[in-house]
């Protein structure tokens, strides 16, 4: 029986991928008409053409699958219409369980965020039972996410054996989109990064998170709640690990929140309403800069096994890929 992975042209999804092939599994990709199919080149991988929002072609793509990894999902810091986002995010998730709870398979993962998560107040790193609400989030992304993780959690009570993962910060090669991390790394190799900002993210290898992902799907638990994440990094700490891997110099200044956030309006304000195109700097993003986003991922780490390599190798891949892929 093969497994199916939703998002497999992705970042995370095509190291999935890789991963399930190097365990020897049959994999199914579903993917739809506009895809982009460059990370997964000369794999041996099957195709099934279909879409979130779409359940007849996602009962199709499920057929004889015995595991469904449902990484696909509508990751912008900034949207035109916000309510493609929650059509792909929520609607689209329920969609896919509903798909997979029909099927009968053995076990769905479901690729939530730590965006989803709470934050510790004090600045210590947060983890899965950390209180929080709706309200607490920052953006269309992380709402229409919040959403599609209750909704995944529902099926989970109703019996679908599904296991959830709230990946941290993914770096590494094949990020071909690229997400906002690998955004800042691309402008960090174009010397754009004239400052920095106070705050913190979580980082993991994309392959440890990719690794996650199957041993979720072996050794968690149903209906659980498992952060992928790795090192806790200040920006400041990320620029630094970027200059010892290169030749650019780590920023010195310190920007701070306020004339980055006001900078960030101005130049949305431009963008979007006198430009008509994306904003460089989404609003959204400065804002969730005003927390540390540090987690202990210390429950994949004891239950599943989780793999925790260095940082500053998945960085310095990152960094050679987009070299060698013409994004500098």
């Not at 992705?10 to 739809?32: A, D, I, N, P, Y």
Request: hydrophobic share 40%; charged share 25%; with cysteine.
């Amino acid at each position: 029986m093969s497994v199916l992975v939703t998002g497999g042209t992705g970042f995370v999804g095509s190291h999935l991928v890789r991963v399930l092939l190097e365990r020897g599994e049959q994999v199914r990709c579903l993917t739809r008409s506009a895809s982009r199919l460059d990370n997964l080149k000369d794999l041996p991988v099957e195709f099934a053409t279909g879409d979130l929002r779409d359940l007849d072609s996602l009962s199709k793509a499920v057929k004889g699958c015995k595991v469904v990894y449902h990484c696909a999902a509508d990751y912008r810091l900034w949207c035109k219409h916000p309510a493609e986002m929650y059509a792909v995010n929520v609607k689209g998730s329920d969609n896919v369980m509903q798909a997979a709870f029909d099927a009968g398979v053995e076990r769905v993962v479901y690729t939530s965020t730590v965006g989803c998560l709470g934050l510790n107040h004090n600045g210590t790193p947060a983890n899965e039972d950390t209180p929080v609400t709706i309200e607490e989030m920052i953006g269309h992304y992380k709402r229409s996410k919040f959403l599609g993780e209750e909704i995944v959690s529902d099926w989970a009570r109703r019996g679908l054996p599904v296991v959830i993962v709230n990946p941290s910060t993914p770096v590494g090669e094949m990020d071909i989109k690229p997400t906002p991390t690998g955004k800042i790394i691309v402008d960090f190799l174009r010397g754009k990064m004239f400052g920095y900002v106070e705050t913190g993210m979580n980082l993991i290898d994309v392959r440890d998170c990719a690794e996650g992902h199957v041993l979720a799907a072996e050794k968690g638990r149903v209906g659980e709640r498992y952060i992928l994440g790795g090192r806790n990094l200040t920006l400041k700490d990320m620029f630094d690990a970027l200059a010892s891997v290169t030749d650019i110099a780590s920023p010195k200044m310190k920007v701070p929140h306020w004339v980055a956030e006001t900078y960030a309006r101005l130049e949305n304000f431009w963008s979007i309403d006198i430009a008509r195109r994306e904003p460089d700097v989404p609003l959204e993003s400065v804002k969730l800069a005003r927390h540390k986003m540090w987690f202990d991922a210390s429950k994949a780490v004891h239950e599943l096994g989780l793999p925790q390599n260095p940082i500053g190798r998945a960085l310095e891949r990152a960094v050679t890929w987009f070299r060698e892929h013409g994004y500098v």
